[in-house]
């Protein structure tokens, strides 16, 4: 806890990221290079994350399970593409036990191999399937530069692995989960995205059609927020996951997989932050609010200490933290809380105690009011989904005001600097390669909502039928 203040947002985006990360309590470096530690603040957010995600996994009929952290490398080996994908981010085991292992093992970089073949010893008849399992864990890929929740050596995420009779049903598996993704985001995040389609290039390596959902950061870079990938045959042929169908036939499944990771904190942290620091969406905040109670003597603080715990039980139902610091000022916690994005600070002083009310300060636009004790149960979650919405509407005028349609390709590399493109384009991966060296923007995704009809692409000129997103990346 300092009273230093942040680098300014606009200046030195990736400085106030970092350093807020870090003053927040958030999360701090691990002592190998690469690895992080999530404090408990930061992890009372994810807490909140998986709750809401898991409630939706669940209603859409899946399980959770867990697979071993150690894979055989062999089992890496068997799908070719998904090997070159991940071998130079591979964490790998050649000791156990004091004596070299006869396999060397990988560390999971994610659990797709070791699921497919227990897929195919559990799979045997059409009766088996759908399998539609989701695991919570870690998984490491080497990394070479840190940055807190985006780019770490071990993150935490969801995988799920589901298992069809079906393409179609896989489909529409695939489908389901990235609108999962993205009702999650909107309406507990308040982070608007655009679900699309990645181009041959920019896809999960041995999948047939990945899509992702792809939010606007504060500075207007994109960030990939979730995935949801249709593998096809891919994996089921790689690892013999079979099923006899009803006429006993032996058919290969159809697989999906879709993640979402800690990655998803930093994205609530650029997107919603301002010069003051975090600002929490509500729904998801780990105090949704804070109480201070301000007072100057015994008998002040014994009247506003009994009025607090009145304020207490009649909003039991959310997540309240009371701030009884004796040796800090008022003061001093409105900026703690404000930096650390608590959406609402409820202040109580010996006016308040008088007027049989309580002062309201709304994180997300600064402004206060007041609030009469009989109100409190009904009117601070309607003040909390206010704040919600607020916050959405901010985020998606802003990632609107800040996508262009340019009209031809100098234009394009003007708005690519500090923006996101929205343009006809071909599909041809050699054209995206050359519009990712002369700009470093790289194709976010192919919209899944089209216009319709056809166009030139932005590049080459070539004719193309599908609008793409490109920007700059996390
Ligand atoms: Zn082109």
């Given at each position: 806890m300092s009273e230093e203040k942040l680098p300014n947002r606009m200046e030195n985006f990736s400085d106030w990221y970092n350093q807020l990360v870090l003053k927040a309590q958030l999360a701090d470096y691990g002592p190998v290079r690469g690895t992080m530690v999530v404090r408990p603040y930061g992890w009372a957010l994810w807490e909140n994350i998986t709750a809401a995600l898991d409630q939706r996994f669940k209603a859409t009929g899946h399980v959770n399970a867990a697979f071993p952290l150690l894979i055989p490398m062999s089992f890496l080996q068997k799908e070719k593409d998904h090997v070159e994908g991940f071998s130079p981010q591979l964490a790998v085991v050649t000791i156990g036990g004091g004596s070299e292992l006869e396999e060397p093992l990988a560390v999971?970089?994610?659990s797709e191999t070791v699921i497919g073949h227990m897929y195919s010893k559990w799979?045997?008849?059409?009766?088996?399937?759908?399998v539609l399992i989701n695991v919570w864990n870690s998984v490491v890929r080497w990394e070479l530069r840190t940055k807190l929740f985006?780019?770490?050596?071990e993150f935490y995420w969801q995988e799920g692995h589901t298992a069809h009779a079906t393409a179609e049903e896989a489909r529409q598996e695939t489908n389901q989960m990235l609108e999962v993704y993205a009702d999650f985001s909107e309406n507990e995040a308040a982070v608007p995205v655009i679900r699309g389609r990645k181009s041959e290039s920019e896809k999960?390596?041995?999948?047939?059609n990945s899509y992702s959902i792809e939010a606007m950061m504060g500075d207007k870079r994109a960030l990939q927020a979730g995935t949801s990938h249709y593998l096809g045959e891919n994996f089921a042929r790689a690892f013999e996951i079979r099923y006899l169908d009803q006429e006993n036939t032996l058919q290969y499944v159809s697989t999906t997989s879709w993640g979402l990771s800690t990655r998803f904190v930093g994205a609530i942290i650029m997107v919603h932050g301002d010069d003051q620091g975090l600002v929490m969406p509500p729904r998801l905040a780990p105090y949704q609010a804070v109480i201070v109670p301000i007072y100057k003597n015994d008998a002040e603080k014994s009247s506003v200490m009994e009025s607090l715990q009145s304020v207490r039980d009649s909003l039991s139902q959310l997540r309240l933290h009371v701030?009884?610091?004796?040796?800090?000022t008022p003061g001093f916690k409105f900026n703690d809380w404000e930096m650390r994005g608590v959406p609402l600070r409820i202040e109580i002083g010996p006016k308040d105690v008088q007027a049989g009310q309580v002062t309201v300060a709304r994180r997300d636009t600064r402004q206060r009011s007041t609030l009469a004790l009989d109100q409190l149960p009904l009117g601070v979650p309607a003040l909390l989904d206010q704040i919600h919405d607020g916050m959405l509407q901010r985020a998606r005028e802003f990632m609107q005001s800040n996508t262009h349609q340019p009209a031809d390709y100098q234009e394009f590399q003007q708005v690519v600097e500090s923006g996101w493109a929205d343009v006809w384009w071909c599909g041809d991966a050699d054209c995206e390669a050359e519009i990712k060296a002369d700009t470093?923007?790289?194709?976010?995704v192919i919209p899944l909502e089209q216009p319709g009809g056809n166009g030139v692409c932005i590049h080459c000129g070539k004719p193309a039928t599908e609008r793409a997103v490109f920007a700059r990346a996390y």
């Open positions: 999971r970089p994610t799979i045997e008849s059409y009766r088996d399937l759908p985006l780019r770490t050596t999960f390596a041995g999948a047939v701030d009884a610091r004796e040796e800090v470093k923007a790289t194709n976010r």
